[in-house]
């Protein structure tokens, strides 16, 4: 007996899906990027307005004042959608994890000074309540933007920061011996000290900005492009002799930044450059924030290094540095 096996090509009778095709030009293989990405937001066939904004649809491009003629055109170079998202943060999590459990097995934070210990209680632990609020700020921008090619990074985002402020709050665990005591103190310092006052005055404006575009360049170059950098780069040495664990316990954020950065970047770049009047709005917003994060941060760069504000204000001049090569008229 002889078993004869064949194959058979198939040829599929459709590439991709028609909305995507469209978008291509033509009915050829798409990547899962694209297929995850391109008009994926719904725009017509909406029941009602919502009750809370009735002057707008549930996505509606009218929510900001910068107008595109495509919003999905800032597509996301780093092409994340559900899948690669989680990889590229799964991977990153690894390496933050053996750098917890390094510091952690060698008690690196708990041998530091007394001095080092109370800067990290004081400049560093309260950060964690800027990221709960640079959650909540992408959170809404996710729910008020429109286009899937900025609304589904804005929510990754919103996990991210999510999750470094846990990281940081590990960082208080570990000086205080899984009590949450250092929690508790870094609340009262971040409501309370002087020295966070205007940094805790900028994020809390930022919640009632109802222009979620606006949003997104306070977001990008005011916090994420200042307070950020100020906070894990330019104040290391107020860490003194633990200023190298936490180092270790940081570099998830500062690789985050980079990343993050090429794409917020991006986005700002193409919408500013769609017009004239995108980019006057984009650079007046860049401009204000830029100069409102650098002021916020110079209280705690005082208070912290004792530099009368100079490390914030090297950060803003990189943030306004930053905003210049973007096309933005800074």
């Known amino acids: 007996m002889t078993v004869q096996i064949k194959t058979i090509d198939l040829e599929p009778k459709r590439n991709t899906f028609a909305h995507v095709a469209r978008r291509l030009g033509a009915d050829k293989p798409a990547s ?10 719904a725009t017509e066939n909406f029941h009602y307005k919502p009750l809370w904004e009735p002057e707008y649809w549930h996505y509606d491009t009218r929510k900001t004042a ?14 994340f959608y559900y899948s690669t998202y989680n990889i590229a943060r799964a991977n990153m999590n690894q390496a933050a994890e053996k750098n917890f459990a ?62 470094m402020a846990q990281y940081v709050s590990r960082i208080g665990l570990l000086l205080d011996g899984q009590t949450g005591a250092t929690l508790d103190e870094a609340k009262q310092t971040w409501l309370n000290d002087a020295a966070w006052q ?13 222009d979620w575009f606006h949003l997104f360049v306070a977001q990008a170059l005011g916090v994420n492009g200042v307070l950020l950098p100020f ?4 104040a290391e040495a107020a860490w003194t002799d633990a200023a190298m664990p936490i180092a270790l316990l ?9 990343e993050e950065a090429r794409w917020s970047d991006s986005v700002i770049k193409t919408v500013a450059a769609e017009s004239d009047a995108n980019k006057a709005l984009v650079s007046e917003w860049a401009k204000t924030w830029i100069a409102r994060a650098t002021a916020a941060a110079k209280p705690l760069s005082a208070a912290l290094l004792n530099d009368d504000g100079a490390a ?3 950060a803003g001049a990189e943030a306004l540095k930053k905003a210049a090569s973007l096309g933005l008229a800074v």
Request: aromatic share 10%.
């Open 32 to 41: 899962r990027y694209q297929e995850a990405t391109l008009d994926v937001q």
């Open 66 to 79: 910068v107008v595109m003629a495509d919003w999905y055109k800032p597509l996301d170079p780093r092409q």
């Open 102 to 163: 390094f510091v952690d097995e060698r008690g690196l934070l708990t041998k530091a000074s007394a001095q080092a210990q109370a800067a990290i209680r004081r400049g560093l632990l309260p950060v964690r309540h800027l990221h709960w609020g640079s959650n909540m700020n992408m959170a809404e921008m996710t729910q008020r933007g429109y286009g899937t090619a900025v609304t589904a990074p804005c929510i990754f985002s919103a996990g991210d920061h999510l999750g």
């Open 198 to 210: 205007e940094i805790r005055r900028l994020i809390e404006d930022t919640f009632v900005e109802r």
């Open 231 to 234: 906070m894990y780069k330019k």
């Open 250 to 258: 940081t570099e998830f954020m500062n690789d985050w930044h980079a």
């Open 312 to 314: 914030a204000a090297a």
